[in-house]
């Protein structure tokens, strides 16, 4: 077994999972501090050791607010520790290996978790990775700063810098953990030129944004997965579509310091300490007075991600993505055929008629319309996401998570509700999950281990019987394979043809014309 370990910093001791067959490194610096100076700066080299480092216990969380984001709801279901220690201190990076050398060359995982861009932990209790590096993988979990810690700008800290790398810092943090695994993770087993990227909803975006940056044109990504993401959004106001420029985020950032925190300098907002800027941010984003999302600065992000992702400017790589069933919201809602046709025309501008055609909007009958034209924002944006790959020969995987969630408060098929079943962590959750739900459990953490391995998810289940076959997408109307309690099985489900022709306007719309 890998106990200590070479990295640019220094040597690290980790220690052994649940599984004694694994090694777990915690909270490994990628990264200097994100303090001070380097506050509002893209991740610096990491500082470097003397003797060894014990990495045996997870990093700080990024600053944030627990109680924004996650509720009750989500408090409940997986983090349960609403004091669990934060600090701008939190570049460092977790590693679950299997290897027993270092020089197995297993294929490597990076995870980048969700959070709405505002919070979230790689130490949260869901995202343990020793189920997935059981099967022969590394598993790597990458801390990142997030809401106005990882995303702001401002007209100093752009002249500070030339005008690039002065913003997107949570990306720009991401990229810092990949490239450090690049370079690194050979001294844990792994394969630096077998790198598999995956996250869940803004970790889903986040992996995206990694995959269309020109900055990552020669790194070592080599797929991708994004579970509930929003792929090529064509919902009204969707993200990857609405993010600001750097000049908008600039007036942001200069509104933000003179309003909330009463500075007008860079120097005497990196002075200030971290929980008051923490609690400025969280009181800014309560009163909608703007965002801290990504930032179209020309230099990270060329252009809006929807609109780079449906050029195929991106990364010429593999992709797996899908999506709960009881999560976001329909591409098109509206509570009046006068405000149909006016979304309609926002939706589909030059093809407005042939899309009220399809919907039979001269019917009149307003809930007809919407059950033609009814189809979820989620299925709707991955599956536009996976058209534009195959439109290039790029290798694609769709599936559909949609298993009976249990518990007294019939959540259903929730947004997030597949992460303990990705992970298998099952029995960290507090929910009465039985037998068939840990069937589907091991066989998904299968599937996405395999993809990681070749780039194809399909292969043995534990008692060495092939799994499910799980068909690539290849065509427009490809069908999804379906994860739920009763079998996985590729879809039978028909798209009606209304939502048929809605995907080829919007595809036409958005790139074949």
Known sequence: MIKIAKTEGGLVRGTYGRDMAISVFKGIPFAAPAVGKNRWRVPQPVEPWEGVKDCLEFGPACMTDYSVGYGDFYTKEWHWDTDYPMSEDCLQLNIWTPAKTPDEKLPVMVWIYGGGLINGCPAEMEFNGENLARRGVVLVSVNYRANVFGLFAHPEITAENGGKHCTN?????????????????????????????????????????????????????????????????????????????????????????????????????????????????????????????????????????????????????????????????????????????????????????????????????????????????????????????????????????????????????????????????????????????????????????NFAKTGDPNGLDHDGTPMPKWEPFTEDYGKPIVFNEEGVHMSEDELSPCVKGMYRLAADLLWRK
Not at 216 to 225: E, P, Q
Not at 342 to 352: D, F, K, S, V, W
Request: charged share 20%.
């Open 169 to 449: 810092f949570a990306l720009f943090d991401q990229k810092a953990g990949i490239d450090w695994v690049e370079r690194n993770i050979a001294n844990f087993g792994g394969d630096p030129t077998n790198v598999t990227i995956f996250g869940q909803s803004a970790g889903g975006r986040s992996t995206l944004c990694q995959v269309i940056s020109p900055l990552n044109r020669n790194s070592c990504i080599t797929r991708a997965i994004t579970q509930s993401s929003a792929g090529i959004n064509f919902a009204l106001g969707g993200h990857g579509t609405d993010y600001l420029t750097l000049e908008q985020a600039e007036k942001q950032g200069d509104y933000f310091f003179c309003k909330y925190l009463g500075v007008t300098t860079l120097e005497e907002a990196r002075a200030l300490p971290a929980e008051f800027v923490r609690d400025k941010c969280f009181e800014f984003l309560a009163k909608r007075e703007g965002q801290f999302q990504f930032v179209v600065d020309g230099d990270f992000l060329t252009d809006q991600p929807n609109y780079m992702m449906a050029r195929n400017d991106r990364k010429q790589i593999p992709i797996m993505t899908g999506y709960t069933t009881g999560e976001f919201f329909d591409v098109i809602t509206a509570n009046s055929l006068e405000q149909f046709e006016e979304r309609a025309h926002m939706l589909y501008g030059p093809y407005t008629d042939e899309f009220l055609k399809l919907c039979d909007f001269e019917s009149g009958d307003l809930d007809h319309i919407l059950k033609l034209s009814k189809v979820n924002g989620s299925p709707f944006g991955v599956r536009l996401l996976l058209m534009r790959a195959v439109d290039d020969g790029l290798p694609a995987w769709l599936y559909q998570f949609s298993p009976t969630i249990p518990g007294p408060d019939n959540p259903g098929v929730y947004h997030s509700s597949d992460l303990n079943f990705v992970f298998e962590n099952l029995a960290t959750c507090w929910r009465p999950f039985t037998g068939k739900h840990y069937d589907l459990a091991r066989q998904m953490c299968n599937y996405w281990t």
